[in-house]
């Protein structure tokens, strides 16, 4: 078994602060929408090809505001009009080819902002599932209620209390804790917060649980 020590931890935790949530989502809704394909097509291996290759796709992509300063260096415009939410509004082109890309980049600031709203609500969705952890007897509490009877017997007949925080938990336990309990409680603690958490065991004596 590999578990993160706090170090590990702490540079996931910077790398992914460095990349926008609306990124993640639409990989992770590629990732579903392959999920389903590999159920009904005969070779699998093909559709995990195309899958890599939509993602190169999508990382490679342009957003709307490179698109805007591309165009504004261009010496054959003659009018660029942007809102206060910096979106491409009014594009007004010389001639007809360059009025060709004026309804191609409509079309991408069209496909930006029903993508925005569609990530919007489903990250809005996502963040309204997880739930506040804001002591050890709300974790004990939710155990109970998650029926996960195992991670509250554990929790309340083999560790002892440290100290408790957000996202971190320092506790001592007895020579009967689980050796999965760590990768359990770690597990559960993110897919009911939507964060991870830092458990630290020690040998000191705590409060009774």
């Known amino acids: 078994m590999y578990s993160l020590n706090e170090n ?3 540079k996931i935790e910077e790398t992914s602060k460095k990349i926008k949530n609306e990124i993640l989502i639409m990989f992770w809704q ?5 999920l389903d394909e590999l159920k009904i097509v005969s070779n699998q291996n093909l559709s995990v090809e195309m899958f890599l ?3 190169i796709h999508l990382k490679e992509m342009p957003n709307l505001e490179d698109l805007v300063n591309k165009i ?4 054959n415009y003659e009018n660029i009009k942007i809102d206060n939410k910096n979106q491409l509004t009014t594009l007004q082109f010389e001639n007809d080819e360059d009025k060709n890309l004026t309804k ?3 079309q991408i600031k069209n496909f930006t902002q029903e993508k925005k709203e569609e990530i919007s609500k489903i990250d809005q969705s996502i963040k309204s599932s997880f739930i506040n952890i804001d002591s050890f007897d709300d974790l004990i509490n939710l155990c109970s209620k998650k029926k996960e ?3 509250k017997f554990e929790l309340e007949r083999n560790v002892s209390l440290l100290k408790f925080e957000k996202k971190r938990i320092d506790i001592s336990f007895n020579e009967k804790l689980d050796k999965n309990f760590i990768k359990h409680l770690s597990g559960k603690l993110y897919d009911w917060t939507g964060e991870r958490w830092i458990i630290s065991l ?3 004596k705590g409060e009774p649980t």
């Open 8 to 10: 590990e931890l702490t």
């Open 30 to 34: 590629f990732a579903i929408q392959l």
């Open 53 to 55: 290759i939509r993602l």
């Open 72 to 75: 504004s260096s261009s010496d």
């Open 104 to 106: 191609s980049y409509n």
């Open 149 to 151: 009877l195992k991670l």
């Open 202 to 204: 020690s040998q000191l």
